[in-house]
């Protein structure tokens, strides 16, 4: 079964979250990013080059146009590959772990997994960005030395940034595969 709903980031900007259930111990969300747009696209090429060519009737050097192609491109792939993340997904399996999978505009993808011996809890957690106060969900890891300890805090869709009615929505399905797995680990 799969259900999507709208939300906003911290910005202002539209997300769609996707949720896939697969059975009751097992769950997938999947918030999506606005892709980059045509216009902004031009309007970014059209200020570099504009420029390059106020360079151009300045020094009469056809290195500059040059170079400025050549760097519009180059910039072009490497914010496609490296910085614009179209959509985070988040798989629990309360037998296996945690997946977290950010996939770019480029088409690569990078995925973290959590094993669910690893993980204390899933909480929502606030921080202080650009002057605002912020809400983020995030992973809290069992020290392995001290039992009650926590070792590590992994923050979850980062790129995104929604806000707090759309992490709620996921942390309470993750609160529900935990206790899920709780309950199935401490009974006979």
């Known amino acids: 079964m799969e259900d999507e709903q709208s939300f906003s980031d911290i910005c202002g900007g539209r997300l769609a979250l996707q949720r896939r259930f697969y ?3 097992c769950l997938e969300f999947c918030l999506s ?3 980059i747009t045509l216009r902004s696209l031009t309007a970014v ?3 570099v080059w504009l420029a390059a060519y106020g360079l151009f009737t300045l020094c009469e050097n056809t290195m500059i146009l040059s170079a400025a192609i050549f760097i519009t491109l180059l910039g072009l792939l490497g914010y496609l590959h ?3 993340i179209d959509h985070e997904t988040l798989l629990i399996i309360d037998s296996l772990g945690i997946q977290m999978t950010s996939s770019y505009a480029s088409g690569k993808e990078s995925t973290t997994f959590i094993e669910m011996g690893q993980v204390n809890d899933v909480v929502i957690n606030e921080a202080i960005y650009m002057q605002k106060v912020i809400y983020y969900l995030c992973i809290l890891l069992k020290d392995p030395v001290e039992p009650h300890g926590i070792s590590q805090v992994v923050p979850l869709f980062q790129s995104a940034k929604p806000r707090l009615d759309c ?3 996921v942390y309470r399905s993750c609160q529900d595969i935990l206790a899920h797995q709780k309950a199935t680990s ?3």
């Open 186 to 188: 401490t009974s006979p």
């Open 33 to 35: 990013c606005p892709r």
């Open 82 to 84: 490296f910085v614009k």
């Open 167 to 169: 992490l709620i929505e």
């Open 45 to 47: 090429t059209c200020t």
């Open 23 to 25: 059975s009751p111990s």
